[in-house]
């Protein structure tokens, strides 16, 4: 352990410095005028791990963006075989007035990395490669067999990669997956999240008459299309924030009282995260507290609305059609199909006359429970106490990864998310960043998780 870490310690500002470059690529997936962006940072990875030692490293290709997949399986049969995921693709970084450094050229300041995909995933993914190095040059091989899986299409839903599961189900043999995509419970505490909500997201137009019009000439006449859709989403919740869409909780797998319980020994600072988002007051689904509404219960949300006029000054016009996204995130045991036809079926319910309506679904994923009597997470457990003196913390987490399903509905195996951002990083949002502190632990604990699997191993 000791060589390892020297050598982490060693190292540190050569590792930091290799980030930085990956940084630079702006592997922006949803935008495709980044596409060759997206191949320049697969291509980065690619030598990288070959540089670093790996002799098997490959680019996939796909209908969407590579995949990048590297193996090292000298430690051999009788040894366990870790499958580390993680995605080099991120959000777009708008709006860009509200970064302080430009996204795509990072700055250290106050001990933080800011940059697009500092935390979500690139410093997360990185750790890994960094620790792989490790090993590989302190004089041995790696403890375990190592898959390495990178791919370009996390953050729109992953769309290539269940295929590429089915394909090399074979090749991708693995007995458990490590994904660092997921937050730390507070900082300095580490985390490890065995449950993750699943996404179902929904577009909705409303169209009306066949232009925008005077809305003196024609208000009150007509349906106006903006006042139809306001109207259909004030009737998705009621007054308590329960979601009024017939058949949308029958699936939903309750929290349990154990689980109940669990929440309320966890260390929330609720005022304190009030603060870090500059609200004065919670609010949800009634009966449930904060952290359970945030990440073991259902939810639906617009996130993004339009129609009308919305430049500078006013416009007395009514808007020909207008529209919503939506996201709905599930908890166990619903089904993100099942639930994007129950949202459309009851739009076309809740339709004001008048209007026609489009419900287009967007990308979707399933929720994920990690097995808490998995071995791979008592390994996880050991590397974590061993790198930050401390016992982790299990939580769920709000957030989706959708793949995380698929590992296991596809390779049968579960996953272990030890996560080193914080909820407090700004992901997807400006001025994104990741502790540094936190990127050489986890270098260091993705290092000793790997030496100390085997002595877990049943
Ligand atoms: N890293 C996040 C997911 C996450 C964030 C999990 C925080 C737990 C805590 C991931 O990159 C992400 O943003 N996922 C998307 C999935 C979607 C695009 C299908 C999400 O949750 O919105
Ligand atoms: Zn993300």
Redesign the pocket.
């Known amino acids: 352990m000791s060589e390892l870490f020297d050598y982490i310690d060693k190292n540190k500002d050569r590792f930091e410095s290799e980030l930085f470059e990956l940084l630079r690529i702006p592997s922006v997936s949803t935008d495709s005028s980044h596409k060759e962006d997206v191949h320049k940072a697969a291509k980065f990875l690619s030598d990288h791990l070959k540089e670093i030692g790996l002799k098997d490293v490959e680019i996939c290709e796909t209908k969407g963006n590579p995949i990048v997949l590297a193996k090292n399986l000298e430690a051999g049969p009788d040894k366990p075989t870790v499958l580390i995921y993680g995605?080099y693709d991120v959000?777009p970084p708008d709006p860009l007035d509200l970064w302080t450094s430009p996204p795509f050229e990072p700055v250290v300041k106050d001990g933080k990395v800011y940059a697009r995909g500092a935390?979500?995933?690139k410093g997360?993914a990185f750790l890994h490669v960094k620790a792989i190095e490790a090993w590989l040059k302190t004089g041995g091989d790696l403890p375990v067999n190592v898959k390495l899986l990178l791919e370009g299409e996390?953050?729109?839903?992953?769309p290539n990669l269940v295929p590429f599961l089915k394909e090399r189900k074979e090749e991708l043999a693995c007995d458990m997956v490590l994904v660092s995509?997921?937050?730390m419970f507070a900082k300095d505490t580490p985390s490890i999240?065995y449950g993750?909500?699943g996404?179902a997201?929904m577009e909705l137009e409303v169209f009306g008459p066949d232009r925008d019009l005077h809305s003196g000439v024609y208000g009150g006449a007509v349906v106006n299309p903006l006042n139809a859709l306001c109207r259909m989403v004030a009737k998705m919740q009621d007054e308590n924030g329960k979601i009024q869409i017939p058949g949308f909780f029958d699936d939903v797998k309750d929290l349990t009282p154990e689980e109940r319980e669990g929440y309320k020994k966890l260390p929330f600072d609720e005022d304190g995260w009030k603060k870090s988002i500059g609200i004065e007051e919670a609010d949800g689904e009634a009966g449930y507290s904060t952290l359970e509404r945030k990440t073991g219960r259902p939810t639906l949300d617009m996130n993004g609305m339009w129609g009308g006029y919305q430049g500078e000054g006013a416009k007395t016009v009514l808007p020909a059609k207008a529209g919503a996204k939506i996201?709905m995130?599930l908890v166990p045991n619903q089904n993100p199909k099942k639930i994007a036809q129950l949202f459309e079926d009851y739009c076309n319910e809740i339709k004001p006359k008048g209007v026609k309506i489009k419900v287009t679904p967007h990308?979707?994923?399933d929720a994920a429970m990690t097995n808490l009597d998995f071995y791979g997470l008592k390994a996880a457990a050991k590397a974590f106490k061993d790198v930050y003196q401390k016992e982790p913390l299990f939580t769920r987490?709000?957030?989706?990864?959708?793949i995380v399903a698929d590992f296991e509905r596809v390779l049968g195996v579960n996953t272990i998310?030890m996560?080193f951002?914080l909820?407090t990083d700004a992901?997807?949002s400006p001025n994104e960043h990741f502790h540094l502190a936190d990127y050489h632990r986890g270098i260091k604990t993705s290092a000793r998780f790997l030496e100390v699997l085997e002595d877990f191993s049943p």
């Open positions: 995605h959000q935390s979500d995933d997360q996390e953050e729109i839903g992953s995509d997921t937050a999240t993750l909500r996404l997201y996201s995130r990308h979707g994923g987490e709000g957030g989706s990864i959708p998310l996560g951002g909820n992901i997807h």
